[in-house]
């Protein structure tokens, strides 16, 4: 279109974590939800994605005890997000004691890079990145353990750690 222009958006970054740790029993599954508020989010950011990694290791203390299952997912919750998006991971499983991780983008288009775009002028180029409500809601995850014990010796729970990071960005834009 007259008088368009080519800009380039960039994103300024930043964080927010939750973290919660809990003992769980053999063949227990729990939910944990966390609430991400618009009031949390600094003047001019949007939430682009949100990250979980869930943690553990072998507690029991008792001798040649092997690693226990744990398997984890992020249930559709009535946040708004992008949750068809085919770079999700909204499950996955461990039992090896490695972590894992689990990925929700929530704002459209946002996937942590800079893009092009054209425009009229630097306010309709932005507007893309302003939608309000993306990433706001409960982001919860459920968590399964089935533990695995040493011949003879009973290993009944394990304790598990939740990190939940909420990515926020403020679009900036400029002339290419
Ligand atoms: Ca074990």
């Not at 974590?17 to 991400?36: A, C, W």
């Not at 092997?66 to 998006?85: E, F, H, I, K, Y």
């Not at 039992?95 to 775009?117: K, S, Y």
């Amino acid at each position: 279109m007259e008088g368009e222009n080519n800009w380039d958006v960039s994103f300024e970054l930043q964080s927010m974590t939750f973290q919660e740790t809990i003992v769980m029993t053999d063949g227990e599954q729990r939910q944990l939800d966390f609430d991400v508020d618009q009031s949390d989010l600094p003047e001019g950011f949007r939430v682009g994605h949100i990250l979980a990694t869930v943690s553990y290791g072998e507690t029991s203390g008792l001798p040649a005890d092997p690693a226990d299952s744990v398997a984890a997912n992020v249930p559709q919750t009535d946040m708004q997000a992008q949750w068809n998006d085919d770079n999700n991971t909204l499950s996955g499983s461990s039992n090896d004691a490695t972590d894992i991780e689990l990925l929700l983008r929530t704002h459209p288009g946002f996937t942590g890079q800079p893009v092009n775009a054209t425009g009229l002028n630097e306010y309709q180029v932005l507007q893309p990145w302003l939608v309000e409500g993306f990433g706001t809601g409960t982001f919860s995850v459920v968590l399964e353990l089935n533990t695995q014990s040493p011949p003879f010796l009973n290993d009944g729970d394990e304790e598990i750690t939740v990190v939940v990071e909420v990515l926020m960005f403020k679009p900036l834009a400029s002339t290419a």
